[in-house]
Each structure stands twice: as structure tokens, then as C-alpha cells.
């Protein structure tokens, strides 16, 4: 597939080889994102008795760990592909920005809900407009505001481009769910490691206008 401003098959390409260069790193990072999220469920097979507020501020210390965690996840994607070597310190190293991140995605939820509302047309246009988001805010260590409004100025142009790398990758990680579910530690890293190579191009395309 060719866009206007970057080949998604090339994006998606060099997903692949960026994640098959540090495929136990991130396979060692969804172990761990998925054993945390997996404890709430553990607590009440083991304990069903157990109180039910108890149950509700385990369930959100988890919430933020996992939330944490993810950010590390995309935190390391970006070291691969600026080159760098991710580590395992980069697994709890978000917890400063945990709470900007939070407020990020509930705005970003909220921008393509009332899209789908509105039709399908503008939630895909809003949608790949303000996708960047995440990268911009750990990359930069901007808001959530400032976040959203570069993600918005990256994207000016190439936002159907945008969206076609996004449909690439989540296909990517439903073929690998397809694969007796394993395959999904694979695919997922490929498709983030895909989205965040176009970030970076974006980014630099931006700074050099």
C-alpha cells in the first residue's frame, strides 16, 4: 500500500524487523503486563469472599501498574526504533506521567466516541488526526492538551495515511490472536513498533518544516 507521505507496508516491515532483533525483551514485557493484569482475577478465584472495597483498590492499584507498564511498553518501542537498547527499568520508569497519560486517553476516547456519534467519517478522521498522542507525550514530556494539538500538527495531510497504517497494524495483531493467541505476543509488538516508526517520521518531517 502506498500513501501520499510513506509506504505502510514499509512501516509495517520494519515493525517486523525491529521486533524480531528484541523479540524476548517484548515478549518478556507482555509476560509481565499480562501476569499483572491477571491478579485481580487470581485474588477473587483464590479468595472469593474477600471484601468487596478491598477488591475495588486491588483492582485499581492494578489499573495503574498495567497502565504504567504499557507506557514503558511504548517507551521501549520508541529506544528501538531511535536505535537505542530498551531495558527493564523502562518497565515502572512512567509513573510521573501516569496521570497526564490518563487524562490523554480519556479526552483522545472521548474525540472519537462523539465521532461515531457523529458518523463513522469523523471518528476516523479525528481518530488519525490525534492518534499520535502517546508518542508525542512520552517522547516530548508534553500534556495532554499540548499532546493532542501536536499529534494534530504532525498529521496535517496525511491523516487517511494515518489511518491506513492503522488498520494495517490492528489487522497484524488479529492475525496474531488468530494464532492460538500466542502469536498476539509477536504481532502486538510489531504493530506498536510499526506505528511508532511512523511517528518518528512524522516527527522529523515536522521539526525539518
Known amino acids: 500500500m502506498e500513501s501520499k507521505g510513506f509506504s505502510v507496508g514499509e512501516m509495517v516491515k520494519k515493525g517486523w524487523r525491529l521486533m524480531r532483533r528484541h523479540t524476548a525483551f517484548f515478549v518478556g514485557f507482555l509476560l509481565v503486563y499480562f501476569i499483572l493484569s491477571a491478579i485481580p482475577h487470581a485474588i477473587v478465584a483464590v479468595f472469593p469472599d474477600l471484601n468487596e472495597w478491598l477488591l475495588i483498590a486491588i483492582g485499581l492499584v492494578v489499573f495503574v501498574l498495567t497502565l504504567v507498564v504499557w507506557i514503558g511498553f511504548l517507551k521501549a518501542a520508541l529506544k528501538v526504533v531511535d536505535g537505542k537498547r530498551p531495558t527493564y527499568k523502562d518497565l515502572f520508569s512512567s509513573f510521573p506521567i501516569v496521570v497526564q497519560f490518563f487524562i490523554a486517553w480519556i479526552i483522545y476516547s472521548l474525540v472519537v466516541i462523539v465521532g461515531f456519534i457523529l458518523l463513522v467519517f469523523p471518528a476516523a478522521i479525528w481518530g488519525s488526526r490525534y492518534f499520535l498522542w ?55 509488538p510489531v504493530a506498536v513498533l510499526a506505528q511508532v516508526s511512523m511517528y518518528r517520521m512524522l516527527e522529523s518531517q515536522y521539526k525539518n518544516v
Not at 502517546?134 to 499529534?151: Q, R, W
Request: aromatic share 14%; charged share 10%.
Open 134 to 188: 502517546p508518542f508525542v507525550m512520552i517522547d516530548k514530556g508534553t500534556g495532554p492538551i499540548e499532546s493532542l494539538a501536536l499529534s494534530g500538527k504532525m498529521t496535517m495531510g496525511v491523516k487517511w495515511d494515518v489511518f491506513m497504517v492503522i488498520i494495517a497494524t490492528w489487522l497484524v495483531m488479529l492475525l496474531g490472536l488468530m494464532v492460538i493467541f500466542v502469536g498476539w505476543f509477536f504481532a502486538l
